[in-house]
């Protein structure tokens, strides 16, 4: 029997007699289990830091995606093997929570594995294994908390926001635009923010893209962007002071429920039928004109008929307009949804400074931009890019950062970078390992050893010898008793992170730690795999 990878890094057993095939079972079997988790680790140690490199995934239609954002890949990967799934749900848990350190996490369960197959082979039981590393992570949690720094911040002062989204974009397609974007993320977080209680709905950031232009002509707009244009092309083009009707019931004649049907058989039937059908589309225009409304944006279309009556009327309108859409527009013009012409009133009208559609560059495309709300409560960030893979990953680098954005402003401690908060931990670990007695100070050392593969693995992408300038960082940490020195990724010329400006979020450090820890105990527990068929 042999292991072997294929292309995607997924293992496979090679097993040369089929006829006395048995089912792997205890150490084997863990072992297995570890060498499939440290497949898919491996895959994304090369995408972890500023240098990390990028992976192109072609999807079966054929549709190709580049990044380097580690639940990005892990989600597109065509992962068949249980323990890999375990790897990919880690990420995910992490994106969800955090929102950033997707590609850390794994390469942190990852080298823990690694450390853990050295424990099995010296006969330490597994569950001493994992018992020792939840005391090790319980450590390495308590010293982020003593070695974190809390920094003020505030509507107008933010500039340590926007250092810390810095370093998250730093690592991205996007990091030449990395200030003007992390501006942008900051802006847009603190508009939507609830500073008092701490909170931050992201829901009411919209980003939205548009292939053309580059990518420093991203903007951020403090209102909402729709996609769509004006329903006749001789509507006026910009409305100062708009009074906006949000409707979700269409510009046509009522239809009865049951089945019917219509016999004409004179004109006068069929001019009797259109007047009707015309007194119906007046009536809804004149109601919306009676409340006082300059534009109606509507969910669903209508016909050439009321379009028609509608530019004559001078009421421009907007149609085919999502329900999602509807809602932002509705927040952030202090408007309310209408589902029936009849239950239109002033009140419940929307107001905006203005209203404008826009063309870009030769193209006919055209979108709808509403501004100047009467709540800014609802933004919109507007992504231009050469392609549109560059625009689907500006957008995935534009959520890192508004999820560390968010994060910061519900807990507003942090750990510097660069490994920096990596070394520290595992010095401190090391140090408290003499302390544990019995065989889980083993797993304590070891836990302190996969600590430094984040460090070693971003400097082996930055191009430096990894254990060479491993080993110079450590020691003069413990020399200067100096938890900020990191690897010096971008070549600066200092190791001291503070000066560096390069900063994380402390529950994303602790929460990478937390889960990496979690899976592996859990990988470490397996000893049997059954098939649904050996049942």
């Given at each position: ?13 090679i097993?040369?007699e089929?006829?006395q ?47 380097n954002?580690?639940a ?5 990967m ?13 990420s995910r ?7 950033d ?19 099995l ?30 920094f ?15 370093t ?42 548009k ?7 991203t903007?951020?707009?403090y ?14 083009k ?8 949000i409707l ?10 049951t ?11 069929f ?84 209203v ?17 709300c ?20 500006t ?32 010095i401190?670990?090391?140090?408290a390992a ?15 050893d ?19 300038t ?22 600066v ?7 560096q ?15 990496a ?19």
């Open positions: 029997m042999a292991l072997a990878f294929d292309e995607f890094g997924r293992p496979f057993i097993i040369k089929q006829e095939k048995t089912r792997l079972r205890g150490l084997d079997a863990q072992k297995t289990n570890i060498s499939s988790g440290k497949a898919v680790a491996r895959i994304l140690r090369t995408s972890l830091g500023p240098k990390g490199m990028d992976k192109m995934l072609q999807s079966p239609d054929g549709d190709v995606t580049i990044t954002d580690g990005t890949i892990l989600e597109q065509d992962v068949g093997n249980q323990i890999a799934k375990l790897m990919v749900e880690l848990s992490q994106d969800y929570e955090i929102g350190g997707t590609t850390g996490v794994v390469v942190m369960a990852g080298a823990l594995l690694e450390q853990a197959e050295k424990l082979e010296r006969g330490i039981h597994p569950i001493r294994v994992a018992e020792g590393y939840e005391m090790a992570s319980r450590i390495a949690v308590e010293h982020l908390e003593r070695i974190a720094n809390k003020e911040f505030g509507v107008n002062e933010f500039e340590p926001l926007i250092q810390t989204c810095m998250t974009l730093s690592s991205k397609i996007v990091n030449r635009c990395k200030r003007s974007m992390a501006e942008i993320a900051v802006k847009a977080v603190l508009a939507v923010a609830d500073l008092e209680r701490k909170d931050v709905n992201l829901d009411l950031i919209k980003v939205e893209g292939v053309g232009g580059k990518l420093e002509d903007e951020l707009i209102g909402i962007v729709v996609d769509k244009d004006m329903s006749h092309p001789q509507m006026p910009q409305i100062q002071d708009a009074n906006i009707a979700t019931c269409p510009f046509e004649p009522p239809k009865p429920k089945k019917h049907k219509v016999d004409i058989d004179t004109v006068e039937k001019q009797t039928l259109r007047l009707q059908e015309q007194k119906y589309f007046d009536d809804m225009v004149q109601k919306c004109k009676d409340v006082g409304a300059t534009l109606v944006i509507c969910q669903w279309g209508f016909d050439d008929e009321a379009n028609h009556l509608l530019m004559h009327r001078n009421l421009p309108a907007v149609r085919w307009v999502g329900g999602v859409e509807l809602e932002l527009i509705a927040i952030a013009t202090g408007g309310r949804i209408v589902p029936r012409f009849q239950e239109l009133t002033p009140e419940k009208l929307g107001r905006a400074g203005l404008r559609e826009k063309s870009f560059g030769t193209t006919k495309d055209r979108m709808i931009y509403i501004e100047h009467a709540n800014s409560r609802a933004v919109t960030i507007f992504i231009r890019g050469g392609n549109k893979m560059m625009i689907e990953e957008k995935r680098s534009i959520h890192d950062a508004l999820c560390v954005a968010r994060n910061l402003i519900r807990n507003n401690s942090i750990v510097y970078g660069g490994g920096s908060a990596e070394i520290s931990c595992s401190a670990v090391e140090a003499d302390k544990h007695p019995g065989v889980e100070q083993y797993a304590i050392r070891a836990f302190a996969a600590l430094d593969s984040i460090p070693m693995a971003l400097a082996e992408n930055s191009g430096l010898q990894p254990i060479e491993l080993s110079a960082v450590k020691s003069q940490q413990i020399k200067e008793n100096n938890p900020w020195c990191g690897i010096d990724c971008n070549d010329g200092t190791n001291d992170m503070r000066e400006n390069v900063f994380e979020t402390l529950i994303g450090k602790q929460q990478q730690i937390l889960l820890t979690q899976v592996v105990k859990m990988i470490l527990k397996i000893d049997d795999v059954i098939s649904p068929s050996e049942y």
